[in-house]
Nanobody, 125 residues
């Protein structure tokens, strides 16, 4: 059974950087989409970036393109989100999640069936 644990959130000023980590255990023999999601205060959870574990194919939401980078270290079973040029609107609780990947397109958010507890990212102006 897959389990994920996030770390690396914090309080930073606008323009600074943070790197989130997600330690993954229990990966089976199939393929997975691993994603970073966020939930800003008073808003719904939204997808930020995803990666296909087997081949590294990535997806980014438009508002983070060029600022955020998702990558993984398969040897360490760890997923990362490097966040540069942070903006106050990036303030949210960030979650790591996994979904089985069947090469039928990116999973919908409701298909991510394993979630971490979340880590808070606060960006001050």
């Amino acid at each position: 059974q897959v389990q994920v644990v996030e770390s690396g959130g914090g309080l930073v000023q606008a323009g600074e950087s943070l790197r989130l980590s997600c330690t993954i255990s229990g990966l089976g023999s199939g393929d997975y989409a691993m994603g970073w999601f966020r939930q800003p205060p008073g808003k719904e959870r939204e997808g930020v970036s995803s990666i296909i574990w087997s081949d590294g194919t990535t997806y980014y939401r438009e508002s983070v393109k060029g600022r955020f980078t998702i990558f993984r270290d398969a040897a360490k079973n760890t997923l990362y989100l490097q966040m540069n040029s942070l903006k106050p609107e990036d303030t949210a609780t960030y979650y790591c999640a996994s979904a089985p990947y069947y090469r039928l397109g990116w999973p919908r958010i409701d298909e991510y069936n394993v979630w971490g507890q979340g880590t808070q990212v606060t960006v001050s102006s």
